[in-house]
């Protein structure tokens, strides 16, 4: 009896399309691929975060499933290193500080570095420069689309 031919997984080095939903674990949807093209990308390449790179691994086209990525697997945990508190008179004219605001300067390299007014009490500003997502655990709903090659 010949045996049925196995559909073919993801793996490592294949150029793939997936559609995703992420969301909090509150169910907060915070990001999705489903009104647009799905995210092409290739396994194992360092382009996205190692837990969703991970959980393409062995899937099927047409496969869909729910998984659970925490910090460390996504953009790592928040870095007090990263948040500072700056006066207000310190932003550069023009400049009115709000809660939520991003902005744009520079490490002592010249590199550029993005950061969020999360916080301004009085004159003080706090400023983060962690990744929106750090220290969050993520889910994502998945569904492989293509294997391209």
């Known amino acids: 009896m010949a045996q049925a031919k196995s559909a073919k997984k993801a793996k490592n080095g294949d150029k793939i399309k997936v559609h995703y939903t992420g969301k909090f674990k509150d169910g907060t949807v915070f990001d999705s691929s489903r009104e647009r093209d799905p995210l092409e990308f290739t396994i194992g390449a360092g382009q996205l975060i190692k837990g969703f790179d991970a959980a393409v691994r062995g899937m099927e086209i047409g496969e869909q499933k729910t998984v659970e990525i925490t910090s460390e697997e996504a953009y790592g945990k928040k870095a007090k290193s990263l948040i500072v508190v700056i ?63």
């Open 87 to 149: 006066k207000k008179a310190e932003f550069p004219d023009g400049i009115t500080p709000t809660v939520g605001q991003q902005l744009q300067t520079e490490d002592a390299n010249g590199s550029p570095v993005n950061m969020r007014v999360t916080k301004i009490e009085g004159d003080d500003v706090t400023l983060d420069a962690n990744h929106p997502l750090a220290g969050r655990t993520l889910i994502f709903e998945m569904e492989l689309m293509e294997i391209v090659a």
